[in-house]
Nanobody
Framework: QVQLVESGGGLVQPGGSLRLSCAAS????????MSWVRQAPGKGREWVSG???????DYADSVKGRFTISRDIAKNTLYLQMNSLKPEDTALYYC?????????RGQGTQVTVSS
């Protein structure tokens, strides 16, 4: 079964950290570009970070220097380490297969940054 399952979200205070995970099944992360995307209430979808099939990473300006994308090919899992979190990072985060367009996505994990 081809699917993406995210985990690791939660409630964190401003300045805190979280690590999101995205477990892939039915295909290999090493064969696809992958992205983290977020959507805040009442706002449009925002691409956050991506890693291509050879491991080149890029980030949205809003998270550059604070978030790090990585992957473990052996575990077929994508990660997003989020540091120095801000209230404006509050959103539903999901992983997606692809970079500019997405062929599939997970159900998402909620991240709430609040004191």
């Amino acid at each position: 079964q081809v699917q993406l399952v995210e985990s690791g979200g939660g409630l964190v205070q401003p300045g805190g950290s979280l690590r999101l995970s995205c477990a892939a099944s039915g295909f290999s992360l090493s064969s696809y570009s992958m992205s983290w995307v977020r959507q805040a209430p009442g706002k449009g979808r925002e691409w956050v970070s991506g890693i291509n099939y050879i491991g080149v990473r890029d980030y949205a300006d809003s998270v550059k220097g604070r978030f790090t994308i990585s992957r473990d090919i052996a575990k077929n899992t994508l990660y997003l380490q989020m540091n120095s979190l801000k209230p404006e990072d509050t959103a539903l985060y999901y992983c997606a297969r692809g970079r500019a367009t997405y062929s599939m996505r997970g159900q998402g994990t909620q991240v709430t940054v609040s004191s």
